[in-house]
């Protein structure tokens, strides 16, 4: 039989060692690489000099909160030291160290050495809560060597999880096992020629290893950008390419740019705290407000306005933008004495709604505006179907709708999976936004959202797991 020098050296190894091997201890003991031993081993099967063997490998591992809870200590012992140090009251505990951390430290606790009366914390039974402590936390240093009861309480708590592998093990079969010592005599192999091989004819005697380009190699992950970088690279270079520039603008805005410079009425239900994060203090605004308090009040041109006391405190207050649209509208302003503007920016928006499936109380907006000297509504359409069409969507659909800003105002859906999925919002400014500035032409604005739009790119049903950091997902995704 032929076989190679790798192959020889691995026949010895399993004969020296019982016959049977996992592949760490082929590596280990052959001095060869996990890539040799692999392409040994498959030549060596083919051969029908060994048998390999399969065998599923149960292993528990640390979850991130395990992890957490192993070096800065378990959620009971972090309470426990706090109870011990005299801070008694639930409410301000849960105040200094997190509610999870009190939570969990009265679940482990309550009536087995502490007890809570009227949301204070009473200490009945030192000694026995903390033989509790220090029980859990041994279960945790041990998470690797434990009986079923501990290891169970390690996974109900998601302090550990299961980490299945597969344990391959290579034996010689009876024909492995009849080859001669003296067939296994290394001999020297070339794997690679050379000038000096050809020049002095070394090639006509040599022996040459074999190459099967069907052989196993290990993946080699490179260095990637995070899918939703590359998500948002994508559109911003679409934009770019349209002749866009790009702006940016902060995160943290006065509702007068976020609402009241878009003519948003300040009784209006998108104000409301559960839509928007308020955030404490107040800020200067600029001067224009006396225009935009005017025109809220009493209207612009022939609009009538929203008929109200307009409310400076309010425009005055801090929140998290809600929008983008805060930052076009103020570009707008800056810029309201040029002739054309062709800007977008992609940026976070925040919203307080509960995260589900499809949303997020942070997720990205693309906004752009185009102003020229005949904009007008089909000119908005084209270009928001170039720009789904250059990401790939060639179905889309606009629907009428309604904002406060702009009349007339679309809604842009995409086709998914057969369903239309409602991506965003457009239209064109109202008078009552544009007039008072001093802008001359129409302006053309939409805000679409981002993150749903790269759901249906990667085909990721959940929105969270475009925010999830585990690796082994992000290595998987392919690069589009
Ligand atoms: N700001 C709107 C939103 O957040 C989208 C929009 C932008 C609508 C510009 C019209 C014009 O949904």
Do not use: C
Request: aromatic share 10%.
């Amino acid at each position: 039989m032929n076989l190679s020098n790798n192959e020889k050296i691995i026949i010895k190894v399993l004969k020296e060692n019982g016959n049977k091997l996992t592949i760490d201890e082929i590596v280990n003991l052959s001095n060869l690489s996990l890539v040799e031993v692999m392409n040994a081993l498959s030549w060596l099967k083919m051969k029908g000099v060994i048998k390999i063997h399969e065998k599923l490998n149960k292993n528990y591992v640390l979850t991130e909160e395990g992890e957490k809870a192993l070096k800065y200590g378990l959620p009971e012992k972090i309470f426990l030291e706090n109870v011990k140090i005299g801070i008694d009251d639930v409410e301000s505990l849960k105040e200094k160290i997190g509610k999870i951390n009190v939570n969990v430290g009265i679940a482990q606790l309550n009536n087995r050495g502490i007890k809570i009366e009227n949301g204070k914390i009473l200490v009945e039974d030192l000694e026995r809560a903390e033989k509790i402590v220090s029980n859990n936390e041994n279960m945790l240093k041990n998470y690797n060597n434990l009986d079923e009861n501990s290891l169970s309480f390690l996974l109900k708590r998601n302090l550990v999880k299961r980490k299945d592998s597969i344990l391959r093990e290579a034996e010689l079969t009876e024909i492995g096992k009849n080859i001669k010592d003296e067939d296994l005599v290394l001999i020297e192999e070339i794997t690679q020629i050379t000038p000096e091989h050809i020049q002095k004819e070394i090639w006509k005697n040599a022996n040459f290893k074999k190459y099967d380009v069907r052989l196993f190699v290990p993946m080699p992950w490179m260095g990637k950008n995070h899918p939703l970088t590359y998500f948002i690279n994508k559109v911003r270079n679409i934009f770019l390419s349209m002749g866009f520039e790009e702006i940016y603008g902060r995160n943290i805005v006065s509702a007068f740019w976020n609402m009241d410079a878009l003519y948003i009425p300040q009784h209006h239900p998108a104000r409301d705290m559960q839509d928007t994060f308020y955030l404490d203090g107040s800020v200067d605004i600029p001067d224009y407000y006396k225009i935009v308090k005017n025109v809220h009040e009493n209207g612009y041109n022939i609009s009538r306005g929203w008929k109200y006391e307009w409310d400076e405190k309010e425009a005055r207050k801090l929140l998290l933008r809600t929008h983008t649209t805060v930052n076009t509208i103020k570009y707008l302003y800056k810029n309201r004495n040029k002739e054309n503007i062709k800007a977008f920016m992609v940026g976070t928006v925040y919203r307080r709604e509960n995260m589900d499936p499809t949303h997020l109380p942070e997720f990205h907006q693309i906004e752009g505006i185009l102003m020229e000297k005949n904009s007008d509504f089909p000119m908005l359409l084209g270009t928001l179907e170039k720009f789904y069409a250059l990401l790939g969507f060639e179905k889309i659909k606009f629907k009428p709708s309604y904002f406060p800003y702009t009349e007339p105002s679309l809604e842009i859906h995409v086709e998914y999976n057969g369903k239309w999925i409602e991506l965003g919002g457009a239209g064109i400014f109202r008078p009552e936004v544009t007039l008072p500035m001093g802008i001359k032409y129409r302006v053309l604005a939409w805000g679409m959202g981002l993150e749903r739009l790269a759901m249906i790119y990667y085909n990721i049903k959940n929105i969270r797991d475009l925010y999830l950091t585990d690796i082994e997902m992000l290595k998987s995704l392919p690069i589009p």
